[in-house]
């Protein structure tokens, strides 16, 4: 039995990579609160950036469609996405599932100014006026596919035999889905939910073909004003969002461990 020893290069590798990842984001909570203009000089703490930022009408218009649409496109895309592991786990084979998989996870390797350019072009078409569901019909097609893989892999490894004894006990099919399979298939399915509400709050370019007059997202108005010059309240709105993610997280965790323990 091969056992990974402990060195000291070991250890600075890993702290290294570890700072590669993270000291930037703590480089930027950090001079979120600098009372300095200048988001490169630190000018002593303050939180008035804070303050500007929730009285700058246009990031919280901006913010509030980023978390309409994360919110709305997540949950479609959790309930296809969950709807459609079921079929590839559980169906088996039929005629079409090769183009049907093929078109379900099409997105995980298909860049994603082809995904734009092509719901652009298909929202023309229909003579679907860009917006806010223009939008959310874009980033639901794109993070369907994250939440299937999700599911499925909780699906694959699922004990049926759980299901077969709720069927011996009367249970109908529909009843033993609902009663025993989604409780124990649930943390996949938040797992799913919070992996596209992510994907969607930093999505930039499917948003930017398809977004329009009064539907712009926090990632293209932070792209626009990083283009004229770095304003520290983008500082402050990362740290919020910064922030926000990881309380989701948590709370998520603590969803799926309560979960795990009520089914186990």
């Not at 930027?28 to 002593?44: D, E, P, Q, R, Y």
Request: charged share 10%; aromatic share 10%; glycine share 6%.
């Amino acid at each position: 039995m091969n056992v990974t020893r402990f060195s000291w290069f070991n250890l600075t590798s890993l702290m290294l990579a570890f700072s590669f990842l993270y000291l930037p984001i703590l480089l930027l909570i950090l001079f979120s609160f600098n009372a300095s203009k200048l988001v490169t000089v630190w000018g002593g703490f303050s939180t008035k950036w804070y303050v500007s930022l929730f009285q700058n009408e246009m990031f919280m218009q901006a913010a509030w469609v980023t978390l309409k649409v994360a919110v709305v496109s997540a949950t479609l895309a959790t309930i296809l996405g969950t709807m459609a592991a079921i079929v590839l786990t559980r169906v088996g084979r039929f005629r079409g599932r090769l183009i049907f998989s093929g078109m379900i996870y099409s997105p995980l390797v298909m860049p994603e100014v082809i995904t734009g350019l092509a719901l652009l072009l298909l929202f023309v078409a229909i003579g679907l006026d860009r917006g806010y569901w223009t939008i959310t019909l874009a980033h639901t097609t794109l993070t369907m596919c994250f939440v299937t893989v999700v599911v499925s892999s909780r699906l694959v490894s699922f004990d049926k035999s759980l299901e077969e004894a709720a069927l011996d006990l009367g249970c109908t099919k529909l009843s033993a889905f609902f009663q025993v399979t989604l409780p124990i298939i649930m943390p996949a399915i938040i797992a799913g939910w919070l992996l596209a509400f992510t994907l969607s709050l930093d999505d930039l370019v499917i948003a930017s073909f398809t977004s329009g007059p009064g539907s712009t997202t926090l990632p293209m108005k932070i792209y626009s004003q990083v283009r004229l010059g770095l304003n520290p309240e983008i500082n402050a709105l990362s740290t919020l969002l910064i922030l926000l993610v990881s309380v989701g997280v948590v709370i998520a965790s603590l969803v799926s461990r309560r979960a795990e323990e009520q089914t186990n």
